[in-house]
């Protein structure tokens, strides 16, 4: 197949981002790591992370061998599919898998480095931790556009000839998608679990029972607790974000290759332009990070600031390099799918902001949910609950109004929907989420940049650095708890958009399992049609896909279930975890005399040992339901009721994922604002109310919260890979 | 019209009902109200309920006179709606409205007369509260009958010939379930408000920071607690409930109306079906009601089994007398419309059973919440979400069965869905509302037994009765708790099949829209044809209402998001209102010297006061925002974007429902736990972190957990009654 010569700037664009991140990996490294006390805290850290990340590749390892023999099953015995989908699947679930282990590694190697720079200046501290961040950003770009190219290149010799032949290397490509989905749900739940079994439980006995400060050396579970952030936070997020970036890019030319079916040439431009815009901002990313800069004695204002100049820069240089790349590829109506890009860059950089404005205690939410420590805990988590619901407000019509003009501005705003304006409107969504995602290199660095300055923090702490390091530490950490809350926008409401672009996809799924199975159908002219032949419309009207047909509305009721059911199991994970926790250190503490006062070293190995045994054993079971719910359904109500599942999960997901990043984050800063001395200060009664609002919260933010993402994502991949099943059965 | 005589069964049933109804209030009113003390307590109850009452239904008028205004002028000058709609709307807000004062002001003379009973025997407790509370179970169901019966009967004499006379007037009556939907929301989102934020404010500043008991009349805020308790629970219920009964049996009318449009004389016979089970259910209600007795020294097992008999003879004997009503009725497919009938029935019995699962303490979850008051608040409410976000999965999955079993039993297992099969499964859903709202008459008087129940305890307490008069009232109140988790579960679960119904009425009413616009649509085959002739498929390709349609998809998730939104709004004003309350409460105990010696009266006026402007004023916005959340996407998304709407409203809203409603029963009963004794008993570190539990669970199952039944159908109804707009404008 001929390929354009202008999708060579993929692998360029993969190979630069690979070795940016190796250079910034190597300035990190050369950098000094302190005492040999932050030496030896650092490698506690690092090694509890690697074997727990070790333990989790294990299960999650089991769980791929066994669904790729399932797949091979079907590809080869049922010839439901096509047999690349298992290597696809394969390769998917290793880069994402990959993302989160490079991310993790530099993150471990990097907090030390950060405490001792800041030992001599915020600037140090800040360049150091943002480079490492990039690390991570870089290297899931990086990676995810490698896996996609080559498995482009490789697929574009095996299939050639007429259009099918992109419509089989896009769908077929989309499996490595449901590998990489399945890999993150494990990294999200297991290291969510994790990281807030150890948070809590350190937090209820540590900060509310002994009146002892985050991080204290003294509290046994500081080291799993630190351990945590970098098996939930960083490797979590790596495979998450990878996920979500190779996702929008694969349906959104899954979606270029069926909208432009018949248009000659403009296939295969439809389809690599997702890639080029991802490419272009490899290399614009890399621009905004090398804009992040402070001077000596920056406030935190100036720091803020500088981040926010190397985001928003790259955010409009790929804006305006968006027409550029559209115009010179020659793609029919470059100007309007140029609009659909900047419609979801816009869309992320509204969300990050609302977030910003519910979540950071600058602003009147959190302030009041702080405020109300003074009437107690129960006024805390009720303000807490009720911001967080509201604050689903602005990012769900901001993603409506991002759908229907990405929608409208692909489609020359073709309201008919016609077969072909419908067609088009969806490739415009996907390719709005690709808009959104193009940046994530210097997104994910911001991002991934949080929990190493959290990092930097509890070893200066445990270091017993001085209170002056201890502040720096801590600006970066307030710094980083912004950019997260940010971050969990962007990931949540690409998310979003990635999943209804994979809506469509599962219809051509379902279409292309229909012709290896020979069925006909009837399209809304009355003609017997082959399933290729079939346009949306048809294929709506064929598995009665709307909204009176009670398997949609079952489907749909199910689908806004399973996010609760999901979030529920994941919650109660972490409670049962944390109460293990709690109890392990009270009886630290009871029977291991002077650990409070200092004399003694707690046992910190058990609580590590807890937080991992609890992780491995509470995330089988949530993961499997999520991978099992489509399939079922599928089973049982067939097409339409999937697509019900979807939709339904998709809008009651997606809320629901909001509403808890939200009200975690507030909760966090709500506390944060009272320790800064407001309503009373460290140590008051409004600060203890506070703490118990944070301590609910960490699952929130960190657990439930963006496994949602993943769900909602993970349920389209599965739909799609499983269509040929549903089809057998229906 | 030629009424066929059976209709009449549904006018006497009615009279029946309110006769007595009237003669449960004698019999109860003949009762001694006690020591001059009870009386005086009862009276400064009642009064404040009242004046509560008086104030929420001056606001409420007002509302309704602009309503009332609007949809005049779309009747008579835009000639959007017939002639009807304005005093249909009225009649329905009316009535909605004193269903819910009548039963409130038997609750507010029953209290003191059950203390005073209890004082003697707990059989007397329990007669007189349970027998109060079938005064207004029998008053919904005969008022709603009541309006049901006069409406149908002035229509038949205005509209009369073929067959559209019998749609156009049960649409018609669709307006009045409007207008008891918009009383309801008023009533259960001002009386959730005023309830709670007393609650809440008693229960922080009492029970957690004074450690005084509930209901000790050393609290300022307990009059405001028990008036609360009045004006919520039970005049929320009233008009939450008579709406649902209404909005069930009318809706599926309008669905056998359009069903059996073809069908000659069958249609005026699937028109009165739905009232005349209703009507037949009212006469075995009472039978059930009388079935409810205890024998002296009876236990706690022996209430709930005395309470069971009633209402399961009741739900048995529906079953049964359902085959005999359509049999004799001569209704095609009567076996089949039966087994619908069965399945909404035996569907609300187990989401009781589900609910008591979940919210007892008799079973696993709900102890292991008690059990994690051992590490305080934060692992309590971690737990509690859990549990409650888990709770949500057998509602759904039962919800679903009984949506695609009524479906299928409705249309002789038809899973084809042409358009008679689909017309004559949705009958079938709405006939399995009706079946299980039919014994409505003593299910609602097990649930309002409740707060009577819960009343005459604060009237023992605050009486200073003595030990075993409160040991008394205590089991009454717990029976309560157990009989309201289950009536909420009944609710919720009518309310998702009634909004499923109404979904369809939607459809019907556009249909007519269309028709007086004379609008023309062409249907699957091609051809032109008027609205009135479009089968639900024509009508669903004609709008594009598939899972494809952006506009949908951007409907679904708003949907969502209203459901968070509105129980967002709602939880802040209650945190909002509870803090002022803690506040006035902690300003009486420091200044008015002598409160919690017991030497000096504090002032209860001031706590009502604060409850009372909250609720007025907190009220007003989350109410409007339901009632123009679905005109706006009307307007803006047209109809497709409604039905989006619509059913993302019910799939995220009656999910979210179950989850607060079960997550709050599950936490008051978690403390109640702890009270008996149990991981430390009253006054333990336990205790204090599951009284936390408590007060967020609060809001979640009194304020926003059940106000979101009425959302979900008032956003339904409100489309239904705007259809005309929504069609002017797209």
Known sequence: MNIPSAFWLVPIASVAALCMAFYFFRSMMSADEGTPRMREIASYVRSGAMSYLKQQYKVVAIVFVVLAILFSFMAYVLKWQNPWVPFAFLTGGLFSGLAGFFGMKTATFASARTANAARKSLDGGLRIAFRSGAVMGLTVVGLGLLDIAGWFFALSFVYHGDHMALITITTTMLTFGMGASTQALFARVGGGIYTKAADVGADIVGKVE?????????????????????????????ADLYESYCGSILSTAALGATAFAMSGEMQMKAVIAPMLIAAVGVFLSVFGIYLVRTKEGATMKDLLRSLAVGTNVSALLIAVATFAILYLLGIENWLGLSFSVITGLAAGVIIGQATEYYTSHSYRPTQKISEAGLTGSATVIIKGIGTGMISTCIPVVTIGVAIMLSYLCANGFDMAMSAEALSHGLYGIGIAAVGMLSTLGITLATDAYGPIADNAGGNAEMSELGEEVR????????????????????????AA???LALLASYIEEVKIAME???????????EVITAAQATIPDFMNYFQVNLMNPRVLVGAFIGAMAAFLFCGLTMEAVGRAA???VEEVRRQFREIKGILEGKATPDYGSCVEISTRAAQHEMIFPSLLAIAIPIVVGIVLGVAGVLGLLVGGLAGGFTLAVFMANAGGAWDNAKKMVEEGNFGGKGSFAHKATIVGDTVGDPFKDTSGPSLNILIKLMSMVSIVMAGLTIAFS
Chains 1, 2 share one sequence.
């Open 210 to 238: 002994a009146d002892i400060p985050e991080d204290d050396p003294r509290n046994p579970a500081t080291i799993a607790d630190n351990v945590g952030d970098n098996v939930g936070d960083v490797a979590g997020m790596g």
């Open 579 to 581: 109460q293990k926790m």
């Open 516 to 526: 290896r199975a020979d069925i006909t159908l009837t399209n809304l002219k009355g």
């Open 471 to 494: 502040h720096r530490t801590d600006a970066l950490d307030a710094l980083g708890n912004t950019t997260a809350a940010t971050g969990k926008g962007f990931a949540i409401g690409s």
């Open 497 to 499: 958009l990635t999943a």
